[in-house]
């Protein structure tokens, strides 16, 4: 067993560390000792010979230059804002995060001789460096513990408690039971089942949605997963009622959600938490837990934006007003462009253009209205329907069409821009942006684009 800890100052590291150690029979590693035991001084010292930049080029050194093995590893409080160092530390480790109250960590640093980060009195200090580091910190953490209040050995014996948790005792055996009846495809359930039979049991997500078996994400998640090391799985939840896949999400303890259609909306009021970009659009299709919270995201409005970066300002035409199309509207105006909505539905479509203050005609206008950038955004098109509200007479060469139905790949639609002379994007485009962006909220790791398309094939 490899257990990382990490937190803010004043979370516990070092005492929790020590206690968990012996609770394990581990040895402990700390990063810091580390690294004042290689530089012959203090941490203190050396920030103030060689700065925060000579310092956390050593923090990278140690982190890169840590041994294999089962071992007990406390970090530094500002580890993971290196995306090298938390790649090294997830790799075959179980990220255990530690929290505490600001006037904890307040009490617990008063008298600590470490440099300061900001210059700030140190409440405001630590109330600044919670808010920058408290979203890069939860993604990475696969379990999370608050220490307020609590002994440095109790905080042990909360950790192994959830390190030790299988599925084979409530409430976790009703939750893997309903997760097997879940998942629509055999061969994945056997695997689930005998993954999941071992303790401790690997970390979980999935993605839920109604149907969910045409989802290539199990695939993609799996190859990740392995890319970095990770002890997860990825599961299919195939099922009509969203507030019973949340319960058992909560019961079991899965780590992260894929959401899909038609639960995009559905979920909302069933979460903790709702990231701003989210209750903007209006929809969740990233659901994470943190401790008992679980936090609701979008990055679907990203899977849209990322490919148009270079188009900001330009005239575009939107194509839909459902679920996808709110978050294409709001990327696109998040991109300064001049936003026209369409929609075979004129009252949904005005309904969408007052939201996000933008046009919106009948899509008998499309031809009027000369758009640079066209993003369309209805089920038309999708495998096994050869429609396309859009012929090869309605594009001109030089627009730019993105059709956000990814299968096929090469969509009636795209197919017609083509031969139009148009700039074409599949939808595979926004999967693949979204998905960086998604991964990135259940594991801390930033993911390049190429790695994820290389990985669909």
Not at 110 to 130: K, Q, Y
Not at 220 to 229: E, K, P, S
Not at 317 to 339: C, E, Q, T
Request: net charge negative; aromatic share 6%.
């Amino acid at each position: 067993m490899r257990i990382v800890l990490t937190g803010l100052r004043g979370t516990g590291k070092t005492a929790v560390g020590e206690a968990l150690a012996a609770l394990y029979h581990l040895p402990l590693i700390d990063s810091d000792g580390l690294i004042e035991k290689e530089a012959g001084m203090a941490i203190p010292k050396i920030f103030a010979t060689e700065g925060e930049e000579g310092f956390r080029r050593r923090e990278h050194q140690a982190i890169a230059g840590l041994p294999v093995g089962p071992a007990v590893i406390s970090t530094g409080g500002g580890v993971l804002l290196d995306q090298q160092n938390l790649v090294a530390l997830r790799h075959e480790s179980t990220m255990v995060l530690l929290t505490a109250d600001l006037e904890t960590m307040y009490r617990r640093t008063i008298t600590s001789d470490r440099p300061p980060l900001t210059g700030e009195p140190l409440m405001d200090e630590i109330r600044t460096v919670a808010a920058v580091r408290g979203d890069p910190y939860r993604a990475a953490a696969d379990l999370s513990v608050d220490t307020t209040g609590k002994k440095a050995g109790m905080v042990a014996l909360e950790i192994r408690a959830l390190l030790n948790g299988t599925w084979k005792t409530e409430p976790r055996a009703s939750a893997l039971s309903f997760l097997l009846q879940a998942n629509p495809a055999a061969g994945e359930r056997e695997a689930l089942a005998a993954d999941l039979d071992t303790d401790p049991a690997p970390g979980l997500c999935g993605i839920a949605g109604f149907p969910a078996s045409h989802s290539i994400s199990p695939q993609m998640y799996a190859a990740l997963f392995a890319r970095f090391g990770l002890d997860y799985r990825y599961t299919r939840i195939e099922w009509p009622s969203i507030a019973e896949i949340i319960a058992v999400f909560r019961a079991g303890r899965l780590r992260g959600l894929s959401v899909t259609i038609p639960f995009k909306e559905q979920v909302i009021p069933l979460l903790d938490t709702i990231d701003p970009d989210a209750t903007a659009i209006g929809a969740v299709n990233t659901v994470v837990r943190c401790g008992d919270e679980l936090a609701g995201f979008n990055t679907d409005w990203l899977g849209v934006r990322k490919p148009l970066q270079q188009h900001r300002g330009e005239r575009a035409v939107l194509i839909g007003a459902g679920g996808a199309a709110a978050a294409a509207a709001y990327a696109l105006k998040s991109l300064g462009m001049d936003l026209t909505i369409l929609n075979r539905t004129e009252e949904r479509g005005r309904v969408l253009a007052a939201r996000f203050d933008c046009s919106t005609a009948p899509l008998s206008r499309f031809g009027d209205l000369d758009p640079e950038v066209v993003v369309h955004a209805t089920p038309v098109g999708m495998h096994p329907d050869t429609g396309t509200l859009l012929t090869r007479a309605d594009l001109d060469e030089g627009m730019t069409v993105f059709d956000l139905v990814y299968t096929p790949r090469m969509t009636p639609l795209l197919r017609e821009a083509e031969a139009a002379g148009a700039w074409v994007i599949p939808g595979t485009e926004m999967f693949i942006h979204q998905a960086c962006a998604q991964f990135e909220h259940f594991t801390g790791i930033q993911v390049s684009p190429d790695l994820v398309r290389g990985v669909i094939g």
